[in-house]
């Protein structure tokens, strides 16, 4: 008894990261709802088409419009720094990296809300979008990428792999153009209010800490082996995403 108490305390410290709580996320089933580049989770979304259509996952009812605005919400861990990027592909392209890359709607700082709530919570950092125009009618993908977070297994100098969510959400008129608009970057954090940068880890870019192709090799009874991690080791810093 003790020695799961002990064992819940320490994953709950070092492992419940973080991941989009709304729009709701397709759901990680193996992960229990995350998707961890460290853990061997390499995206783009949290679940692939195949298992969303193979009904293992949570699907959502939201429905915007074109240009309606849209909080985007995520949570869980403190003291983590880094940035999240948004993007949003028609629901056919949604396992493709390389369409998410090009559908940039917008980064923010990871712990973005600028507000001091005590308790961990799931929709505590947020951010405002807007429903691209080249969006076409219908299911539409919105994928968060949470990267550039430490501290790490209490060292605050060790940087996270990347984390990654998906929505499908419902797209239903407003005001249409191919045009494609340029991602935006809106910086201020919890530790930098009011100010054009975040606080982060290890790289700016998208990518860096995706550890590809590399898989952990768990041990039992060692928690350290179901993780990749650490990406990288050194201080925090100031700035802005890669290209910004
Ligand atoms: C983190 O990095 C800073 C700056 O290099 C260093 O002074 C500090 O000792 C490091 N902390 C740990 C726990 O390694």
Not at 111 to 128: F, N, V
Not at 138 to 144: D, F, I, M, P, R
Not at 191 to 219: A, T, W
Request: proline share 7%; aromatic share 12%; glycine share 12%.
């Amino acid at each position: 008894m003790k020695f799961a108490g002990i064992l819940v305390l320490f994953a709950g410290y070092c492992l419940a990261d973080s991941k989009l709580s709304y729009p709701p996320p397709r759901g990680n089933v193996k992960w229990w709802g995350t998707c961890s580049a460290g853990a061997g989770c390499k995206g783009p979304c949290d679940s692939s088409m195949a298992e969303v259509s193979a009904g293992k996952t949570i699907s959502s009812d939201v429905v915007v419009s074109r240009d309606q605005e849209l909080t985007v919400k995520w949570g869980y861990a403190s003291n983590r720094g880094g940035f999240v990027r948004v993007a949003m592909v028609p629901y056919s392209k949604s396992d493709s990296w390389c369409e998410f890359n090009n559908n940039v709607i917008k980064y923010s700082c990871y712990e973005s809300a600028g507000e001091s709530i005590p308790t961990l919570q799931t929709d505590r950092w947020t951010t405002k979008i807007k429903i691209p125009l080249n969006m076409p009618d219908g299911v539409a993908t919105l994928q968060w990428v949470w990267y550039g977070g430490g501290n790490y297994y209490g060292n605050p100098n060790a940087t996270f792999g990347e984390h990654y969510g998906c929505s499908d959400i419902k797209i239903e008129g407003g005001p249409f153009s191919n045009a494609k608009a340029a991602a935006t970057f809106q910086g201020g954090d919890r530790l930098n209010p009011r100010s054009d940068v975040c606080e982060y880890h290890g790289s700016n870019k998208v990518g860096d800490c995706n550890f590809p192709n590399k898989y952990p090799n768990p041990i039992p009874g060692d928690l350290l082996s179901n993780s990749l991690e650490p990406c990288s080791i050194g201080p925090s810093k100031k700035g802005k995403p890669y290209r910004f």
